[in-house]
């Protein structure tokens, strides 16, 4: 077998985590049809079956998995020389993993994570995929579980909340309309939701959940929400009580062996004072509204 390119194993290891071509096309700007050919290339060349595909998305076999967990080495040693190289050119990036609504949260309120007088960058990884910083993949990330692995240092941040909304005003007569995010990418528990409870009456799915707050807004229906970003929506009102099963808590996590270098803990501390300023709202508690004389 020839020797291939560092981009194709890194597609490989991408389709492996996103499930799929649509969540690896996300990720990496490149079509399906693009990806789906390289990892056709892949499996000829290594002579191997990587995957069990379906309508569903791609599940990796045995070898898939091993190559997978080979592969995941050489891409903590690439980090590494990558990291060194940064130090070297004197601005380190200090990479963030996180939801699509903290990660929302975090780029409207960026200059309280990092400003112009800070001499590092920030690279902001956005999914709904579990930030995996094992091999460093990401130097923090934001769970919605507490963290087992013991080379993981958390900060408990407080509970989220969930609710249905619908754009303010909205008649209350006729069907009961819900959007949703396509069952395939459907990966946390609230965004299953309008599928295990509203089948039969979602009008509407999209790719990726932001897309729910823009259907909200337009008015096609209602959209399960964290409450930080209903509550907060000037346009949307909430279409019931908070949906209490889907309640959790959530944790700020870092690598142990990293949580001490001065761009970490800076990020840390800051993403720490942000999200629990905002605590009361991510626990449902709903914001005053200050009226305009």
């Not at 929400?225 to 808590?249: S, T, W, Y």
Request: neutral net charge.
């Amino acid at each position: 077998m020839k020797n291939m390119d560092w981009d194709i194993y890194r597609c490989f290891m991408t389709v492996a985590r996103a499930g799929g071509l649509t969540g690896a096309a996300q990720v990496t700007g490149l079509s399906p049809a693009t990806i789906g050919r390289r990892m056709l290339e892949i499996e000829e060349r290594t002579g191997r079956s990587l995957f069990v595909r379906s309508q569903t998305g791609y599940v990796l076999t045995a070898d898939g998995r091993l190559l997978f967990e080979q592969l995941q080495e050489m891409e903590a040693a690439a980090r590494k020389v990558e990291n060194w190289q940064k130090e070297g050119e004197g601005m380190p990036v200090v990479r963030i993993a996180a939801g699509t609504w903290n990660a929302w949260l975090i780029a409207e309120n960026f200059p309280a994570i990092c400003t112009e007088r800070d001499a590092f960058a920030i690279s902001l990884s956005i999914g709904e995929a579990r930030a995996n910083l094992a091999y460093r993949e990401s130097d923090i990330g934001i769970r919605a579980f507490e963290p087992e692995e013991a080379y993981l240092a958390s900060r408990l941040i407080g509970e989220v909340a969930y609710a249905a909304y619908r754009r303010k005003n909205a008649p209350d007569g006729g069907p009961d309309r819900w959007v949703a995010v396509a069952e395939e990418e459907a990966i946390s528990a609230y965004l299953r939701w309008p599928h295990e409870q509203a089948a039969g009456r979602i009008v509407a799915t999209v790719g990726r959940p932001r897309s729910l707050l823009d259907l909200a807004r337009a008015g096609a229906g209602r959209a399960v929400l964290p409450c930080f970003v209903g509550d907060l929506d000037p346009l949307l009102e909430r279409a019931g009580e908070e949906i209490e099963p889907l309640r959790h808590r959530q944790w700020i996590v870092m690598n142990n062996d990293d949580r001490h270098r001065r761009e970490i803990r800076t990020v840390v501390d800051r993403m720490t004072r942000l999200l629990r300023s905002h605590v009361d709202v991510f626990a449902g508690k709903r914001p005053r509204r200050t009226s305009s004389a």
